[in-house]
T-cell receptor, first 113, second 110 residues
Framework: ETGVTQSPTHLIKTRGQQVTLRCSSQ?????VSWYQQALGQGPQFIFQ???????GRGNFPPRFSGLQFPNYSSELNVNALELDDSALYLC????????????FGPGTRLTVT | TQLLEQSPQFLSIQEGENLTVYCNSS?????LQWYRQEPGEGPVLLVT?????EVKKLKRLTFQFGDARKDSSLHITAAQPGDTGLYLC??????????FGPGTRLSVLP
């Protein structure tokens, strides 16, 4: 149990729709990162938020956007869904102190049909 | 673009055998983490290594960070079926973002 929660657990959307995924960080963690993990692959970095500001972004188009709130919870929004967006979406939180150890939530399985 | 490679991609062994999996990059990382992931779940952090040449042990698992902080290895002694899973390495770059390898899928047969 990492203390990082994600909702919903599973989601089915249609191509072209929009989706919002949510993440609640572990207490005391001010950094949250979002990853996309396709079946059989390692997680791909989408972006990272530190104290409500985006401070890192991977190779994902602008239709992937996010927010971090004052309580350090976070959202990932994806617009104009495509079939290839079907994946496990993971969020991970960490503190800016110590060894930068990040702790993952259980993920949201998104299926786009 | 920083890349982490992991080898082997798949590994199937018998209970009691030893194994080593590797994580390699041409980039230098400020630290490196190893995770194990079960199907449909999030990765679980096993260890963080920070110093070049550092060795850390976690029961039957031994982790080593390369001297140049570009590579790492994970050695499992006397593997058990409970060790089955996807082993991921992730390097922390100097922009404070993590780069993940594709993983090594380990299957330990009883």
């Amino acid at each position: 149990e990492t203390g990082v929660t994600q909702s919903p657990t599973h989601l089915i959307k249609t191509r072209g729709q929009q989706v919002t995924l949510r993440c609640s960080s572990q207490s005391g963690h001010n950094t949250v990162s979002w990853y996309q993990q396709a079946l059989g692959q390692g997680p791909q970095f989408i972006f990272q938020y530190y104290r409500e500001e985006e401070n890192g972004r991977g190779n994902f188009p602008p239709r992937f956007s996010g927010l971090q709130f004052p309580n350090y919870s976070s959202e990932l929004n994806v617009n104009a869904l495509e079939l290839d967006d079907s994946a496990l979406y993971l969020c991970a939180s960490r503190s800016d102190r110590g060894l930068n150890e990040q702790y993952f939530g259980p993920g949201t399985r998104l299926t786009v049909t | 673009t920083q890349l982490l490679e992991q080898s082997p991609q798949f590994l199937s062994i018998q209970e009691g055998e030893n194994l080593t999996v590797y994580c390699n990059s041409s980039s230098v990382f400020s630290s490196l983490q190893w995770y194990r992931q079960e199907p449909g779940e999030g990765p679980v952090l096993l260890v963080t290594v920070v110093t070049g040449g550092e060795v850390k042990k976690l029961k039957r698992l031994t982790f080593q960070f390369g001297d140049a902080r570009k590579d790492s290895s994970l050695h499992i002694t006397a593997a058990q079926p409970g060790d089955t899973g996807l082993y991921l390495c992730a390097g922390l770059d100097y922009g404070q973002n993590f780069v993940f390898g594709p993983g090594t899928r380990l299957s330990v047969l009883p």
